[in-house]
Nanobody, 115 residues
Framework: QVQLVESGGGLVQPGGSLKLSCAAS????????IRWYRQAPGKQRGLVAT???????NYTDSVKGRFTISRDNTKNTVYLQMNSLKPEDTANYYC?????????WGQGTQVTVSS
């Protein structure tokens, strides 16, 4: 069983930066694929970024060049560095860990981009 806790969200002005953390407990997640999703009010949850157990990364087009996903296996934590934030990045951000048939979600952290 894996427990995931996101943190680092908050209110930031357009053009600003935030770094989200997804801290895992209950199991070592170094071999898990970790994904960050986001969900804005009234919209479906969408995939933002993925990092595999081997460190390969992928991003949805709207965040390429602005967001960076990374992992620190010594801390059992995955990060999402978000730069050049835009109002349309406003959403609740969730991390997901999966391996095989096992899928785990965190509770989410709110990111609001507004002046």
């Amino acid at each position: 069983q894996v427990q995931l806790v996101e943190s680092g969200g908050g209110l930031v002005q357009p053009g600003g930066s935030l770094k989200l953390s997804c801290a895992a407990s209950g199991s070592v997640i170094s071999t898990y694929t970790i994904r960050w999703y986001r969900q804005a009010p009234g919209k479906q949850r969408g995939l933002v970024a993925t990092i595999s157990g081997t460190g390969n990364t992928n991003y949805t087009d709207s965040v390429k060049g602005r967001f960076t996903i990374s992992r620190d296996n010594t801390k059992n934590t995955v990060y999402l560095q978000m730069n050049s934030l835009k109002p349309e990045d406003t959403a609740n951000y969730y991390c997901q860990a999966f391996k095989g048939w096992s899928v785990y979600w965190g509770q989410g952290t709110q990111v609001t981009v507004s002046s």
